[in-house]
C-alpha cells in the first residue's frame, strides 16, 4: 500500500531521453513513433542565432499524471480503468476494447494505443516489472543522468518526495481542470 | 518552437482512426520482448561495463533464462554514477539485433558487393594463413606490411600485443588521429600529463565547441547540469541552449578568442602570478609574444564575431573566478590550428592557476594495475612505420590514418602494405574521403574484418570474423579515473550468440593456426633466428623466441584477472569486481547514498584534487620552431573565417542517441531519431526557399549528400551542419543503410601536420534544394 506520485526536477533535464529508452526497454514498448509512455516536451528560444533568449529553454519530461481524479477513469464505458492500491492508475486490459474514451478523456494525451495488445496503454510506475519485484525505482528515474525524477509514497512523510514537496515550490500540469495530478514539476 | 527530432506525441490526437489496426513499423523479436505480467523468479543481475559509446559506464544486466532483458545503471561506479543514457539502454537491441555478423563469412563477390558465404571458424583461418604465409614469403618476413588497426578502447592493447608484439607489425592504427589526439599531446606537451577535468570541483566552466550534454561524458555531462558556464561554438547546442550565456562564433576562430583572453589576462594583470612563478616555464617568451602581436579584444572580435565588451566581461569572469575551467572537449580536431587551440586552452587554465587543483585539469592518481610479460619475438626484417613521416609528434601508438592512407595510395609508403586487419573500426565511414579509403583496401592482398555487425568496412573484406559483443564478454580489468579512481571489471553477462567468439578467442585460434607457418618463413629470411636455431635447434629457438602466438591466452581471461588483481588488492577486490563490477579502496566505507539515488563515492578529503608533482607549464616549444611551426600559440591570416558567396562551412557532430557509426543501425536509438537532418540557419533557408524536410544537395570540393533540411535560429548563417554517422552503404545494416548523409563523404581529406589528425572543419559546401 502506498500512493505513489512523481516530483521532476525539470530544469536538470538534458533532453537525452534516456528515460524514454529505459522505459520501452523495461516494459517492452512496441517500437513506432507514436509508442512511447513518456514523453520530453521541448520548448527553445525564438528569435536570432546572436541574441537568444535561454530563459526560454524548456526540456519537460512527462507522462501519465495518475490524476487524484482521474478523466480518463470516468470515460471508460467499459469500466477498464482502475486505480490499484498503490495510488496508480491501471486498465483491466481484457476489458478495453479501443473506444478510445480515454485518450479523447486525457487532458495531457498520456495514452497511447498499443497495437499488439489492442490496448490503450501509458505509464503504469512500472508496476508491472519494478514495483512487482519489489523495488521502489521506476526505470525511467533510476537510469537519469542527472536525477530529474523523484519517485515515492506521497503519504509516506519521510520519502524523499514528500520531504522535496515539502521544502520546495513546485507547479502541477493543467491544475486549473481539477485533475489533482500527481506528478509535480519543482521549481 | 519544437525540435522536429524530438516530440511526436502531438502527432497522436489527430491521427487515432489511423493508426488504430495499421502496425507497428518495425517489430521487435517478440520472443525476447514480450513482457508478460507476471514476473520471472529466475531474475538475475550481472554488473558489466558499456560499450555502445567510448565513455564505459557500469551497468547491471538484468538476465531471465539466458536472455537480458533490461540494462540497468551501477551505482557503484564513480565514473558513470548510477546512470545510463539512451544508448546505454539500447545496448540490448545491439545485442539482438537481428543484422549482427553471427557466422565467419569468406568473400565471394567483389570487394564491396556484399555477395559473402559462410564458413566454419577453420575454413576463416586457414584461408587468412595461406594468403598472409605468401604475403609475409614475398615481403621477405617484413611483418610490418600488416597494417592492423581497433577503433575499441577496450582490448586495444590485447590486440597490439598480438599483432604489434607477437606477430611483430609497427603499423597499429587508431581512433586518435581522427578524434583528439591533438589535445591530448597539446595538454601532455604543456603540462606534462594529459590530465582529467574536473567540472565537480570548478565554479565557472567555459567551453568551446564541446557539447557535454548531446555528446556525454562521465562525469562532466552530469556535474556541468548544476554549474555556471559559458558556451561558444557556431552552433547553439542543447549544451549552448542550457548554458548561463551562449556565445555564437564563426567556426575555427577560438584560437583568436583564447590568444585574446592571454592578452587581456596578462595586460591587465589578471592571471594568477605565484602560480606562473612557480610553475611556468618561458613565461617572458610568451608575455613578450601576446603583448608584441596586440590580441586585444577588439582584434579578437573580428576574427571571431563575438562582441568585444562580451570578450573582455568573460575574460575578467573567468580570471576572478575562485576555480575556473577552460575545458577540453573530444572529438576536437577542427582545424589545421587545432593543436595551437590547445595549447592555448591549456596555458589559459595554467594562467588561472587550475592545474593540479580542484576545479582545474587535474593529475589525480589512477590506481596503476601491472602488465602481464609476453615473450617478444626480434624480427630483423620488420620495418619501422612510416605514417608519422612529416609530422612533428604524431602519436607513436596510433599514428596518423590520413598520412598513413596518402601513402598507401599514393605508393609513396617506403614498402608496401599487402593486409590489414581491421577490429571495431568502420574505416569505410569514419574519415574524410571514402573513396581513398576503398582504394586503400582494394589496394590489399588481404582484408580481414573482426566486428559485430556488417559495416560498410566489412563489405570490403575477404574474411569476416564475428567478434561477440560486449555483453557476451569478460575482458580485462580496466583502471578508472584519476580524481576518484576506482577498476571495474566487464564480467560476462550471457555466452556468445551464434558462432560469434570473443577477440581473445578469435586471436587465439588464429594464432594456433600461424605461429608455426609465420615462424618457418621467419626461419628462412632472418639470420638472428637462423643463429638461435643453431645454438638451440628449432623447436628450442621457436620456444625461447616467443613465437607462439597464443601465449598469452593459454590461460582463460578469468584467471588473467585473477592474477592481476588478487595478489595486488587481495580477493575481496576481486570478489567485489565479480558481484559489483567496480573496486576501490575503501569503498564499502567511503560509498553512501546522498540523495534520490545520487551517490558520493569519496569524501572531499580523500579525492585526489592535488598530488606532489614536479612539473612545468611549457609556453614555449623548442621542437616546433625547429620545424617551422610557431613555437607558441600565434595566429595566422590563413586562420581567418571565410566562406564565398552562396557557401556554408560545414561542421559535424553528434546526437545524443548515437556515437558514431555503429550505433546508428539500432533500432531503439533509430526510433527515437529516424534519420539525420542538416541544419541551416532559417533565414538563409527562407531566402533559398528551403523548408523543413525538403530533401538539399549538399556539395563540397570533395563530393556531394542529398539529406533532408532543417532551418533553424540555432546556427550561425555562414554555417551547416549534420549529424555523424548516418547512411552505411552496407545493404546489411537494414535500419542505417541509405538513410541519411554521412559528414566523411563531404569532408575534404586534410590533416594538420602537428598530431596528423585529420581536420574535420575546413570544407566550405553549397546547398541546393533538389
Given at each position: 500500500?502506498?500512493?505513489?506520485?512523481?516530483?521532476?526536477?525539470?530544469?536538470?533535464?538534458?533532453?537525452?531521453?534516456?528515460?524514454?529508452?529505459?522505459?520501452?526497454?523495461?516494459?517492452?514498448?512496441?517500437?513506432?513513433?507514436?509508442?512511447?509512455?513518456?514523453?520530453?516536451?521541448?520548448?527553445?528560444?525564438?528569435?536570432?542565432?546572436?541574441?537568444?533568449?535561454?530563459?526560454?529553454?524548456?526540456?519537460?519530461?512527462?507522462?501519465?499524471?495518475?490524476?487524484?481524479?482521474?478523466?480518463?477513469?470516468?470515460?471508460?464505458?467499459?469500466?477498464?480503468?482502475?486505480?490499484?492500491?498503490?495510488?496508480?492508475?491501471?486498465?483491466?486490459?481484457?476489458?478495453?476494447?479501443?473506444?478510445?474514451?480515454?485518450?479523447?478523456?486525457?487532458?495531457?494525451?498520456?495514452?497511447?494505443?498499443?497495437?499488439?495488445?489492442?490496448?490503450?496503454?501509458?505509464?503504469?510506475?512500472?508496476?508491472?516489472t519494478r514495483l512487482a519485484r519489489g523495488e521502489t525505482t521506476t526505470a525511467c528515474q533510476l537510469t537519469c543522468p542527472t536525477k530529474v525524477r523523484i519517485f515515492g509514497d506521497l503519504d509516506d512523510p519521510q520519502s524523499e518526495i514528500s520531504k522535496t514537496l515539502k521544502s520546495r515550490e513546485y507547479f502541477t500540469l493543467k491544475s486549473n481542470l481539477g485533475t489533482k495530478p500527481k506528478l509535480f514539476y519543482l521549481e | 518552437?519544437?525540435?522536429?527530432?524530438?516530440?511526436?506525441?502531438?502527432?497522436?490526437?489527430?491521427?487515432?482512426?489511423?493508426?488504430?489496426?495499421?502496425?507497428?513499423?518495425?517489430?521487435?523479436?517478440?520472443?525476447?520482448?514480450?513482457?508478460?505480467?507476471?514476473?520471472?523468479?529466475?531474475?538475475?543481475?550481472?554488473?558489466?561495463?558499456?560499450?555502445?559509446?567510448?565513455?564505459?559506464?557500469?551497468?547491471?544486466?538484468?538476465?531471465?533464462?539466458?536472455?537480458?532483458?533490461?540494462?540497468?545503471?551501477?551505482?557503484?561506479?564513480?565514473?558513470?554514477?548510477?546512470?545510463?543514457?539512451?544508448?546505454?539502454?539500447?545496448?540490448?537491441?545491439?545485442?539482438?539485433?537481428?543484422?549482427?555478423?553471427?557466422?565467419?563469412?569468406?568473400?565471394?563477390?567483389?570487394?564491396?558487393?556484399?555477395?559473402?558465404?559462410?564458413?566454419?571458424?577453420?575454413?576463416?583461418?586457414?584461408?587468412?594463413?595461406?594468403?598472409?604465409?605468401n604475403i609475409i614469403d614475398t615481403q621477405k618476413d617484413n611483418r610490418s606490411t600488416i597494417a592492423y588497426c581497433n577503433g575499441e578502447g577496450f582490448n586495444k592493447d590485447e590486440y597490439i600485443k598480438f599483432f604489434g608484439d607477437k606477430i611483430g607489425s609497427s603499423n597499429f592504427l587508431d581512433e586518435g588521429s581522427i578524434c583528439l589526439n591533438t589535445k591530448l599531446g597539446a595538454t601532455l606537451l604543456t603540462i606534462g600529463d594529459v590530465g582529467e577535468m574536473d567540472v565537480a570541483g570548478s565554479d565557472f566552466v567555459l567551453i568551446l565547441g564541446a557539447n557535454r550534454f548531446e555528446s556525454l561524458i562521465t562525469p562532466d555531462s552530469i556535474d556541468l547540469v548544476n554549474?555556471?558556464?559559458?558556451?561558444?561554438?557556431?552552433?547553439?547546442?542543447?549544451?549552448?541552449?542550457?548554458?548561463?550565456?551562449?556565445?555564437?562564433?564563426?567556426?575555427?576562430?577560438?584560437?583568436?578568442?583564447?590568444?585574446?583572453?592571454?592578452?587581456?589576462a596578462i595586460k591587465n594583470n589578471l592571471y594568477n602570478k605565484q602560480y606562473v612563478k612557480e610553475?611556468?616555464?618561458?613565461?617572458?617568451?610568451?608575455?613578450?609574444?601576446?603583448?608584441?602581436?596586440?590580441?586585444?579584444?577588439?582584434?579578437?572580435?573580428?576574427?571571431?564575431?563575438?562582441?568585444?565588451?562580451?570578450?573582455?566581461?568573460?575574460?575578467?569572469?573567468?580570471?576572478?573566478?575562485?576555480?575556473?575551467?577552460?575545458?577540453?572537449?573530444?572529438?576536437?580536431?577542427?582545424?589545421k590550428n587545432d593543436f595551437q587551440l590547445r595549447r592555448a586552452m591549456v596555458l589559459i587554465n595554467a594562467l588561472a592557476g587550475s592545474i593540479n587543483r580542484k576545479g582545474g585539469i587535474i593529475f589525480g592518481q589512477p590506481i596503476s594495475l601491472a602488465s602481464e610479460e609476453i615473450n617478444t619475438p626480434m624480427y630483423d626484417n620488420t620495418k619501422e612505420r612510416f605514417d608519422l613521416d612529416g609530422i612533428v609528434y604524431g602519436s607513436s601508438k596510433g599514428?596518423?590514418?590520413?598520412?598513413?592512407?596518402?601513402?598507401?595510395?599514393?605508393?609513396?609508403?617506403?614498402?608496401?602494405?599487402?593486409?590489414?586487419?581491421?577490429?571495431?573500426?568502420?574505416?569505410?565511414?569514419?574519415?574524410?574521403?571514402?573513396?581513398?579509403?576503398?582504394?586503400?583496401?582494394?589496394?590489399?592482398?588481404?582484408?580481414?574484418?573482426l566486428d559485430t555487425i556488417p559495416t560498410d568496412t566489412a563489405m570490403m573484406a575477404d574474411v569476416v570474423l564475428p567478434e561477440c559483443t560486449y555483453l557476451e564478454r569478460e575482458d580485462m580489468v580496466v583502471s578508472f579515473g584519476k580524481l576518484e579512481p576506482s577498476l571495474a571489471l566487464r564480467n560476462q553477462v550471457i555466452k556468445p550468440l551464434y558462432e560469434s567468439k570473443s577477440m581473445q578467442d578469435i586471436l587465439k585460434g588464429l594464432g594456433k593456426k600461424l605461429s608455426r607457418p609465420l615462424f618457418d618463413i621467419s626461419c628462412k629470411y632472418d639470420s638472428e633466428?637462423?643463429?638461435?636455431?643453431?645454438e638451440l635447434g628449432k623447436d628450442g629457438a621457436y620456444i625461447d623466441g616467443g613465437y607462439d602466438l597464443t601465449e598469452l591466452y593459454?590461460?582463460?581471461?578469468?584467471?588473467?584477472?585473477?592474477?592481476?588483481?588478487?595478489?595486488?588488492?587481495?580477493?575481496?577486490?576481486?570478489?567485489?569486481?565479480?558481484?559489483?563490477?567496480?573496486?576501490?579502496?575503501?569503498?564499502?566505507?567511503?560509498?553512501?547514498?546522498?540523495?534520490?539515488?545520487t551517490y558520493e563515492y569519496y569524501p572531499e578529503d580523500k579525492k585526489y584534487y592535488t598530488i606532489k608533482r614536479d612539473y612545468k607549464v611549457n609556453c614555449y616549444l623548442e621542437k616546433l620552431s625547429k620545424n617551422g611551426f610557431d613555437p607558441m600559440p600565434t595566429w595566422r591570416d590563413e586562420y581567418n573565417f571565410e566562406v564565398a558567396k552562396n557557401h556554408f562551412r560545414f561542421i559535424t557532430g553528434r546526437y545524443v542517441n548515437?556515437?558514431?557509426?555503429?550505433?546508428?543501425?539500432?533500432?531503439?536509438?533509430?526510433?527515437?531519431?529516424?534519420?539525420?537532418?542538416?541544419?541551416?540557419?532559417?533565414?538563409?533557408?527562407?531566402?533559398?526557399?528551403?523548408?523543413?524536410?525538403?530533401?538539399?544537395?549538399?556539395?563540397?570540393?570533395?563530393?556531394?549528400?542529398?539529406?533532408?533540411?532543417?532551418?533553424?535560429?540555432?546556427?550561425?548563417?555562414?554555417?551547416?551542419?549534420?549529424?555523424?554517422?548516418?547512411?552505411?552503404?552496407?545493404?546489411?545494416m537494414t535500419n542505417s543503410y541509405n538513410n541519411g548523409a554521412n559528414d566523411n563523404e563531404i569532408i575534404e581529406d586534410k590533416f594538420e601536420k602537428i598530431y596528423g589528425c585529420a581536420t574535420m572543419h575546413h570544407t566550405n559546401v553549397t546547398i541546393r534544394k533538389i
Open positions: 500500500m502506498a500512493n505513489y506520485g512523481m516530483a521532476f526536477d525539470y530544469k536538470l533535464c538534458i533532453n537525452c531521453k534516456a528515460c524514454e529508452v529505459a522505459c520501452k526497454e523495461e516494459n517492452g514498448i512496441d517500437l513506432g513513433a507514436n509508442n512511447h509512455r513518456l514523453w520530453i516536451d521541448t520548448t527553445e528560444p525564438d528569435g536570432d542565432i546572436w541574441d537568444l533568449d535561454l530563459t526560454q529553454t524548456r526540456y519537460m519530461p512527462t507522462q501519465c499524471q495518475h490524476c487524484e481524479d482521474a478523466p480518463c477513469l470516468k470515460a471508460c464505458p467499459n469500466d477498464a480503468i482502475y486505480r490499484d492500491k498503490n495510488g496508480i492508475v491501471r486498465l483491466y486490459n481484457d476489458r478495453c476494447d479501443l473506444s478510445l474514451d480515454c485518450i479523447k478523456a486525457c487532458p495531457y494525451d498520456a495514452r497511447y494505443i498499443d497495437t499488439r495488445k489492442k490496448i490503450t496503454d501509458k505509464c503504469l510506475f512500472c508496476a508491472d | 518552437m519544437k525540435l522536429i527530432e524530438t516530440s511526436r506525441r502531438r502527432f497522436l490526437k489527430s491521427s487515432v482512426a489511423l493508426c488504430i489496426y495499421a502496425s507497428s513499423s518495425f517489430g521487435k523479436n517478440t520472443q525476447l520482448f514480450n513482457q508478460s505480467n507476471k514476473v520471472q523468479t529466475t531474475l538475475i543481475n550481472i554488473p558489466y561495463l558499456c560499450n555502445m559509446c567510448r565513455n564505459k559506464c557500469a551497468g547491471f544486466a538484468q538476465v531471465e533464462n539466458n536472455k537480458i532483458t533490461k540494462l540497468n545503471p551501477n551505482k557503484f561506479f564513480p565514473k558513470s554514477r548510477n546512470m545510463l543514457c539512451p544508448k546505454g539502454n539500447a545496448g540490448i537491441d545491439a545485442i539482438y539485433d537481428k543484422d549482427r555478423l553471427k557466422y565467419p563469412l569468406i568473400r565471394i563477390g567483389n570487394r564491396g558487393d556484399g555477395r559473402y558465404k559462410r564458413v566454419t571458424w577453420d575454413e576463416a583461418y586457414e584461408y587468412i594463413k595461406d594468403k598472409l604465409v554549474k555556471k558556464f559559458v558556451v561558444v561554438d557556431p552552433r547553439a547546442t542543447v549544451t549552448a541552449l542550457k548554458s548561463s550565456q551562449y556565445l555564437p562564433i564563426n567556426p575555427g576562430t577560438d584560437l583568436a578568442l583564447c590568444l585574446s583572453m592571454i592578452y587581456i610553475y611556468f616555464k618561458d613565461f617572458d617568451k610568451l608575455k613578450s609574444h601576446i603583448l608584441k602581436e596586440k590580441y586585444t579584444a577588439t582584434w579578437a572580435s573580428k576574427k571571431t564575431a563575438i562582441p568585444k565588451e562580451k570578450i573582455e566581461q568573460l575574460t575578467k569572469d573567468f580570471f576572478s573566478s575562485i576555480a575556473p575551467l577552460l575545458y577540453m572537449g573530444r572529438r576536437s580536431v577542427w582545424t599514428g596518423s590514418w590520413l598520412n598513413f592512407r596518402d601513402k598507401v595510395v599514393n605508393n609513396t609508403a617506403p614498402y608496401p602494405v599487402k593486409a590489414m586487419f581491421i577490429r571495431k573500426h568502420n574505416l569505410m565511414q569514419n574519415m574524410p574521403n571514402i573513396a581513398k579509403t576503398k582504394k586503400m583496401l582494394n589496394m590489399m592482398e588481404l582484408v580481414v574484418v633466428l637462423q643463429d638461435s636455431i643453431k593459454k590461460k582463460s581471461i578469468t584467471q588473467r584477472n585473477k592474477d592481476i588483481i588478487i595478489p595486488h588488492f587481495g580477493q575481496k577486490a576481486y570478489d567485489n569486481l565479480v558481484s559489483k563490477g567496480v573496486w576501490y579502496d575503501n569503498m564499502e566505507q567511503y560509498h553512501k547514498e546522498i540523495f534520490n539515488e548515437f556515437t558514431q557509426t555503429a550505433t546508428t543501425n539500432n533500432a531503439m536509438l533509430r526510433d527515437i531519431i529516424s534519420t539525420n537532418h542538416i541544419w541551416i540557419n532559417n533565414k538563409i533557408a527562407k531566402k533559398l526557399e528551403i523548408k523543413l524536410g525538403d530533401i538539399v544537395e549538399v556539395k563540397s570540393p570533395q563530393s556531394s549528400v542529398t539529406i533532408k533540411a532543417y532551418p533553424t535560429n540555432k546556427i550561425h548563417p555562414s554555417v551547416v551542419w549534420f549529424a555523424h554517422g548516418f547512411n552505411s552503404t552496407s545493404e546489411a
